[in-house]
């Protein structure tokens, strides 16, 4: 049974830094990629930004230059570092990771704001 654990997430004033990390119960390299999700109240679930297996990150156009995920094979751990951060960052952050199946973790809550 794959488990992803995610953890790091918090209060933090606008412009403040974060940093995410998703712990996998098996070994990343199993998965083509992995992405962090998120979800705002009243809003659906919107991609973040992924990993792939072979280092190629792709992130969405909101969080392009302040956030950056990377990952560390033998910690089994994917990270979003997650800088100058405004009250629209809001949101519940899911860990996934695809590979024969899609799993995803239980989520961490990021709120900014003063």
């Known amino acids: 049974q794959v488990q992803l654990v995610e953890s790091g997430g918090g209060l933090v004033q606008p412009g403040g830094s974060l940093r995410l990390s998703c712990a996998a119960s098996?070994?990343?390299?199993?998965?083509?990629?992995m992405g962090w999700y998120r979800q705002a109240p009243g809003k659906q679930r919107e991609l973040v930004a992924t990993?792939?297996?072979?280092?190629?990150?792709k992130y969405a156009d909101s969080v392009k230059g302040h956030f950056t995920i990377y990952s560390d094979v033998p910690k089994n751990t994917v990270y979003l570092q997650m800088n100058s951060l405004k009250p629209e960052d809001t949101a519940v952050y899911y860990c996934?990771?695809?590979?024969?199946?899609?799993?995803w973790g239980q989520g961490t809550q990021v709120t900014v704001s003063s």
């Open positions: 098996i070994s990343i390299s199993t998965f083509y990629v």
């Open positions: 990993i792939t297996s072979g280092d190629n990150t």
């Open positions: 996934n990771a695809k590979a024969r199946g899609s799993y």
